[in-house]
């Protein structure tokens, strides 16, 4: 038996930020040495972070991120840390760059997605990534080579297996050498972005792969907002039998430091095939020592993991991009009330600029919602009626119907944008999932902004959260920052008389089934009828779908919460004939 | 020896169109026919349209895409062509779909990008492309399963190896199994975007893999416009000499009419390897004939072929999305007078609505020539001042410089959307590539647009194209369409006094060659510096690119004429701290 204390830093790194994230290395690692580690490890390619998308087809940048890697080596023995083996995922040439000028990247030499093992002030094992995810939000084959050879790095006699994120998706590979080669603790650095429910994948997935490896699983996964997608950390270790040994929080930075007991050093070295290659950093096991109690963090509960998620997903925007205010229209509806508190949350009410832009058709409930929410959440609260600016248009261009509401609509756009060039925060738009799968927005209006939040959450699920929102501010002892009237009433624009949002949609609960069907799973009419939903109302709501795919072109990003969102997740035409109906038609 | 009338068809097929593309396949056939063709074919994926993107993943699409097949081989059938064999790309199942759950399609079966052979009211053979481009605009990796066996058609005693677009840039595959199986035709069928001189870059291709096939070598190619992509034509037919034998035209659709002379089934039916399928339509040679003049349209002038690329991609953005007239704002300046008279030349004048929005900046001499040009183009020309807009915004927020800017171009945005909602024009946005990329426009101001047809030509090349178009004029003995004020004056937004754009901006030419470097090869700081940049003006360039993608993020559309278009051909994170300069920096 042999023990190791591992530390998994699960951090949060800024894509592009070379210095900044190396010092987050360096930090975590002088903490994990404080907590007497005897191995770290980092998220895949945190020194770059992730994901670098076609920065990795930069030269400049590849080499950048080598140069950072061979300092960090150096800076951590400088720390003291030289003794401490630290993996770190990085962004690295490939050995041999492939020189046939046909070749499938279109004659580009592509970079690897790598680990390094750093000790003694030098980088001594290198893996690059086997399985290249290529699917759903990932483009790996497009940016990375994939590797070839498993690294097993040897510490205080233990053999350890690094792999990256796809390699333990995949069945065969680093998995089955791993067992091939006997190691005894196979350690995964992750990408790994949030879903609903992904997280119970994860876990059955780590499970059945310690029992094929053979040995205990670590999992670390990256925290943080990246664009349109959050990691939501949650890094777990679990024994070859599947018990879970140790995990870790949701979507806060942390380091995970668990105690190891495995069976010492069972490798042989000398009978190793060619695409193994084995590294020795220390070859005596440690004398025993007592083991530490593992952190074990419960589950969130499904509706708060959301909450955070997008909490997360909006605060690294907002703060890797250089702002530090938001500003959004509040109409006392609740897709705005629910991101205004959202943004509350995770800036501070005082940083969030609520603009209420009352017109002729918004009734005294929205305006004193707009209000009481502004009150409760303690936003930059401000008033701008808009036909004062509303009436020169119509007066000039003498429009009405739908384009006299879009214009109202856009006016509000001209105001947020307007504030936004004056004083600097980032606007938000409102719009959820709902909406922006059947187009029910308008562009330049409602839409403008730069990060949607609730971009990826269906109306009955915007509902849900603010329920859930009031509930645990009650079971904090707090007061409920939504007020009761936004979730109860009626969702409407307020852009005509007596307008609500039925008069031209299903019911939500409705829309929501069928876009669940339709966008979710690529689900064809003929299925989503058989699964009894009415022909009418599904060929209205596809046609819709298909007819918005421009205005989603638009759109700003927001984060990734279910398993298939919009943006590079879903990658259609703009242009297309197809209707799921055509061949009844024609 | 044996002769064989070969059509080509390059059409322009519709994206999801099933029936309309049968039917455009049905009187090309029937042409072919009447031509006296013995071979009639069709481009890649010529039933569905090209590329589909994430509509390969619907099982609706595909099963409907094989439905489409059968009917059409019935259907030459029924309009008594079933005797003259027809190649037609479609999309097809993959014949065992992969069954692993683990796959690196995220356990989707991936369908096949396939050609077949249509015979006899019959699909006789069927060919799945091998390599498939995952790199710039292609994702083939993410929604298509890649094929393993070539399939050789016998027409005539003629052996005819089928293959498919992204098999002829590879070395191996098909090209090889071709030579080894002896065939004597190899016929491509493409869905191959344009780029400028990229038709140089295919010819030579054609001629290498004609003489690696030991063949003839018939290279076809869609034409029109699909969202970002404008598919030129410019098929081809080379003898395995490298003698360009045949060449259509670019741009348009036509069918190209080719006798080969060809040595007659040299194929070893009996002996060919397991990976090689061999279909015979047709064992008898054809009786001596007189062979016909094979067409050889010439090469179109640089500059032209540019006006033509982008003029098809307009058009045909407007005609695929259900458009019949479009709108934009002329100022009288450069751009919105190059794609007015782009539009004018594909639409006709009187479908173009151009809007003149004059500001208390704007110059008189501005107003002249938007003027004259909606004269000399019989626009649908009106003038909406924006001053009585722009005044009570600026009354009740207060806000000046930049913002004040911003907002003069966001209330035209508003006018050209609110006459967009009334009349239903498609509204198109005038920005350059050289703005597009340092970001010097208006979000949901001049930005504003569903189609942005100039958004891949940097303003030097804007300049160009309109003295072209002048010249091209003059040679027809027409009025130049241009104002030689519009050409030659100094550019400028207009948004406060005595403005140009060389305020913000380093001149055009320099401008045009530092983003050539940084955005069209991704070269880096240093490199751009070695060219002979100066420092800080490469450092200010760089710095506007990269801060300009989100913004980019929500742009429009618009077709591709480089090498390296915006859009999704470069994808980079919005949240990005990577600067060439900072390791100087930090």
């Known amino acids: 038996m042999a023990q190791l204390r591992l530390a998994m830093a699960q951090v949060d790194p800024t894509v592009g930020d070379l210095p900044g994230n190396a010092a987050l290395v360096r930090e975590h690692v002088t903490r994990a040495a404080q907590a007497g580690a005897h191995l770290v490890a980092f998220p895949e390619m945190v020194l770059t972070a992730y994901p670098v998308e076609d920065l990795a087809l930069r030269a400049s940048f590849v080499e950048a991120s080598r140069r950072a890697l061979t300092q960090l080596a150096a800076d951590l023995a400088a720390d003291g840390h030289g003794d401490l083996p630290v993996v770190v995922g990085y962004l690295d040439r490939a050995p041999e760059p492939p020189d046939a000028p046909d070749a499938p990247q279109g004659g580009r030499a592509l970079p690897q997605n790598c680990a390094a093992v750093l000790h003694g002030g030098a980088v001594v094992g290198r893996y690059a990534k086997h399985h290249l995810p290529n699917y759903g939000v990932f483009d790996e084959y497009r940016i990375f080579a994939p590797g070839d050879s498993l690294t097993i790095v040897r510490v205080r006699g233990v053999d350890v297996a690094i792999a990256i994120c796809e390699d333990l998706w995949q069945e065969g590979g680093p998995v089955s050498q791993t067992r091939a080669a006997g190691a005894e603790l196979l350690l995964v650095i992750n990408g790994s972005p949030y879903e609903r429910e992904k997280d119970d994948t994860r876990l059955a997935l780590v499970q059945r792969r ?3 490896a053979q ?12 664009d349109e997608l959050v990691f939501d950390g949650d890094s777990m270790v679990v024994g070859r039998d599947g018990t879970v040994l140790a995990r870790g929080p949701q979507f806060v930075e942390d380091l995970v430091v668990v105690d190891l007991e495995l069976a010492g050093s069972s490798v042989d070295v000398g009978g190793l095939p060619e695409d193994i290659v084995h590294v020795t950093v220390s070859q005596e096991p440690l004398p025993p020592y007592a083991a530490q109690q593992p952190p074990m963090y419960p589950r ?13 997903g909006l605060r690294d925007y907002v703060r890797k991009n250089g702002f530090r205010k938001v500003l959004l229209g509040v109409s006392g509806g609740i897709d705005s009330t629910v991101v205004a508190t959202m943004a509350a949350d995770v800036l501070g009410g005082e940083n969030v600029i609520g603009i209420s832009n009352p017109s002729k058709y918004s009734s005294a409930g929205s305006k004193d919602d707009a209000l009481a929410l502004a009150d409760n959440l303690g936003l930059d609260y401000r008033v701008v009626p808009i036909q004062p600016m509303v009436a020169p248009f119509l007066e000039a261009l003498g429009v009405d119907g739908v384009a006299e509401e879009n214009l109202q609509a856009r006016v509000r756009g001209v105001i947020w944008m307007a504030i936004s060039n004056s004083e600097g925060p980032l606007v938000l738009t409102n719009s959820n999932k709902s909406e922006v799968s059947v187009g029910y927005s308008t562009i330049y209006g409602d839409s403008v902004g730069g990060f949607a939040p ?26 409920p920052p939504i007020p009761e009237a936004s979730i109860t009433k009626a969702p409407s624009a307020e852009l005509r008389p007596d307008q609500t949002d039925q008069d031209s949609l299903p019911p939500y609960d409705v829309l929501d089934a069928i876009l669940a069907g339709y966008v979710g799973v690529a689900h064809g009419r003929d299925t989503l009828i058989e699964a009894g939903f009415e022909p009418v109302v599904v060929d209205q709501v596809i046609q819709l779908v298909d007819r918005a795919e421009w205005k989603r072109r638009q759109f700003a990003p927001g984060p990734k919460i279910s398993p298939l969102a919009f943006g590079k997740d879903r990658r259609l035409p703009i242009t297309s004939h197809w209707r799921e109906q055509q061949e009844q038609h024609r």
Not at 303 to 312: D, T
Not at 454 to 479: C, F, H, M, Q
């Open 454 to 479: 609730i971009k990826d959450v269906p109306k009955t699920l915007v509902w849900e959260l603010a329920k859930w929102r009031n509930r645990y501010a009650v079971s904090r002892g707090e007061r």
């Open 300 to 312: 969130l509960d499904p509706l708060e993991e959301v909450w955070r998620a997008v909490g997360l």
């Open 210 to 212: 310690a029992a094929e």
């Open 215 to 226: 040995c205990t699983l670590a999992y670390l996964n990256m925290v943080g907002g990246q």
